[in-house]
């Protein structure tokens, strides 16, 4: 019995030769595993803020399209009419002055008094990993009413 106590005084004292490295290991790996989140994190909030960015863009071309009606008076008052020529003019306008690299993809007046605009760009994640795609599409469309009609 007295070389049984020795040995586990001895086994204690020495500090679990058995657990060597192991809190290293699982150290390391909540390292890595920590850091793979913060960057799918970023990456998620970059493609968030990247989509608002195109709404934002389409929502203004879709607005500024809205306004380039053509005003016809006739003897039962005044109508706002909207073609699709006239839409997309304004919103290639409008996108080539606050788009950034959003492109057009359609512009259109689907009942003469609405215009519809759809933008594309394309989202680059801050920090390319391999949870991360290189790059993603993205697509926005916008719907705005003339005030006249």
């Known amino acids: ?5 020795r040995r586990a005084l001895h086994r204690g004292a020495r500090g679990g030769a058995d657990d060597d490295g192991s809190v290293l290991l699982l150290t390391l790996g909540y ?11 970023t990456a998620a909030t ?21 306004d380039g009606f053509e005003l016809t008076v006739s ?24 788009g ?3 492109g057009l993809v359609s512009a259109t007046s689907p009942d003469g008094a609405s215009a519809r605009v759809t933008v594309t760009g394309t ?8 949870f991360v795609p290189d790059g993603v599409r993205l697509e926005a469309t916008a719907t705005s009413r003339t005030a006249l009609r």
Do not use: F
Not at 51 to 62: E, I, R, T
Not at 75 to 97: F, K, N, P, Q, Y
């Open 46 to 66: 970059s493609l968030y803020l990247a989509q608002k960015d195109l709404d934002a863009v389409a929502d203004a071309a879709a607005l500024a399209a809205a």
């Open 123 to 130: 989202w680059h994640p801050p920090v390319v990993t391999m």
């Open 75 to 98: 003897a039962d008052g005044a109508v706002a009419a909207l073609s699709d020529d006239d839409v997309e003019r304004e919103a290639r306008a409008m996108i080539a002055e606050i």
């Open 100 to 102: 950034g690299d959003a």
């Open 31 to 41: 390292g890595i595993l920590a850091i793979a989140v913060v960057l799918v994190c």
């Open 1 to 5: 019995m007295r070389a049984h106590v």
